[in-house]
């Protein structure tokens, strides 16, 4: 299932946790689990959570992940 959520990401675009939870048929709770996973592997890059304080004055906070949790992941080096 590891391949199936990078596949998913490398596929471009913003993905919410429970989006991606939905198109591998699993819980929320799995993915951040598998996210974490990817990045302890040097295939994503987690970028924090600072970004969530701007989202209020944000034009394009209705269509980032990062409003959900915070996180936003980035391809690992």
Not at 30 to 53: F, I, N, Q
Request: hydrophobic letters at 40%.
């Amino acid at each position: 299932m590891l391949k199936e959520l990078l596949e998913l990401l490398k596929a471009g675009g913003t993905h919410r946790v429970a989006d991606l939870a939905r198109e591998l048929e699993t819980t929320p709770e799995l993915v951040r689990a598998m996210l974490d996973a990817l990045a302890r592997m040097g295939y994503l890059k987690p970028m924090g959570e600072t970004c969530s304080d701007k989202c209020a004055t944000c034009p394009l906070a209705g269509l980032c992940a990062a409003g959900e949790n915070g996180w936003v992941w980035t391809p690992g080096e």
